[in-house]
């Protein structure tokens, strides 16, 4: 006759089921980060469309040559790097689903859901933030999922207007979201996955129109301006060769209206926004030492090399 478990043994047993989930879970967001070397993003990332820094405000309007962009979140807007981190994880992997989609393996449906992991720290790995980050009220864990639901309840707008012909697309990004994180406990997991729903609308976007990057480089950016810059240069050198031009100088006026957040209404804010820019130039340049931009009175310059990723992205034609 077998011996009953004591409670200490069934303890025991329990704690090693839980530690064989957490192994698994490191195993799979390690290869997840492996394979993810190369991601993607979106043409509406190519300018600086969150905030820096924490603002009050629930909307943001960007102008630009073609018209405006309307950033708004009932949330609060998503701001800082675990913003740009997210969107890079959920578009990289849309546009893997994207190829599902067109092979007949998911349908749009399936597709459009995202899976973050059972646990937050399976996701801080597969977004690449360091887990030593901290919980708490202002730790780095409750900014995360704060920021998750500021994404989850965001919608961008864009629109333009000459007095004659007017016309504008409204895109909310989530269609639903369900979140099982304990910022008070990253390795807390649960039977439960969480996953992001885009709306198709959204996923569409993502797949018709993939940016390719190196994920490796984003994640080496701390600044949040870099890591725009570092998107927006990816453009700007795929510009360069399908024009065959060797280089292109961008007024400060130009860059202004790509990744000012306020106002330059003063010498001084245009000081600093250009000291700003030739810093997050040198952690770029750290980064990817190949990137070929420099700036000094004129502007930024782009001298044309190579972008971070040599590969052409899938263009799924979606239904």
């Known amino acids: 006759m077998q011996t009953p478990h004591t409670p200490d043994k069934r303890r025991a047993k329990l704690e090693a089921v839980k530690e064989l989930a957490r192994q698994q879970e490191h195993d799979a967001a390690q290869e997840l980060l ?30 630009t040559p073609s018209g405006k962009i309307v950033v708004y979140s009932d949330e609060g807007l998503p701001y800082g790097k675990y913003p740009r981190l997210i969107m890079a994880y959920v578009i990289t992997r849309a546009v893997a689903n994207a190829g599902k989609v067109k092979d007949g393996t ?10 973050l992991g059972h646990s937050m720290n399976h996701f801080l790995q597969a977004i690449g933030v360091p887990t030593r980050a901290n ?40 269609e639903e979201w369900d979140l099982w994180f304990d910022s008070r406990d990253p390795n807390q997991g649960s039977f439960i996955e969480s996953y992001l729903k885009l709306t198709p609308q959204f996923f ?3 797949a018709e129109s993939p940016i390719p990057i190196d994920l490796n480089v984003l994640r080496e950016l701390n600044k949040p301006r870099a890591m725009d810059l570092y998107i927006w240069l990816t453009v700007k050198q795929y510009w360069l060769a399908k024009n065959n031009r060797e280089a ?23 000081q600093n926004f250009r000291k700003e820019i030739k810093k997050a130039i040198q952690e770029l340049r750290t980064a990817w030492p ?15 090399t190579a972008p971070s990723v040599q590969q052409k992205p899938p263009r799924p034609e979606l239904d």
């Open 106 to 115: 998911l349908t749009i449906d399936e597709a459009c859901r995202i899976p």
């Open 248 to 270: 292109y100088t961008f007024t400060w006026d130009m860059i202004a209206a790509n990744f000012t957040t306020k106002a330059l209404d003063s010498n001084d804010a245009r």
């Open 204 to 206: 569409k976007h993502i």
């Open 135 to 174: 919980g708490g009220r202002r730790g780095n864990l409750t900014i995360l999922r704060e920021q998750l639901l500021r994404l989850a309840g965001s919608m961008i707008t864009v629109k333009s207007d000459d007095g004659i012909h007017a016309r504008g697309r409204n895109t909310q990004l989530m």
């Open 290 to 304: 190949n990137a070929g931009i420099t700036a000094d009175t004129d502007g930024v310059t782009v001298t044309r």
């Open 34 to 63: 492996q394979a993810q070397d190369v991601g993607y993003t979106s043409k509406l990332f190519v300018q600086a469309l969150f905030p820096y820094r924490k603002t009050d405000d629930d909307k943001r309007v960007i102008e």
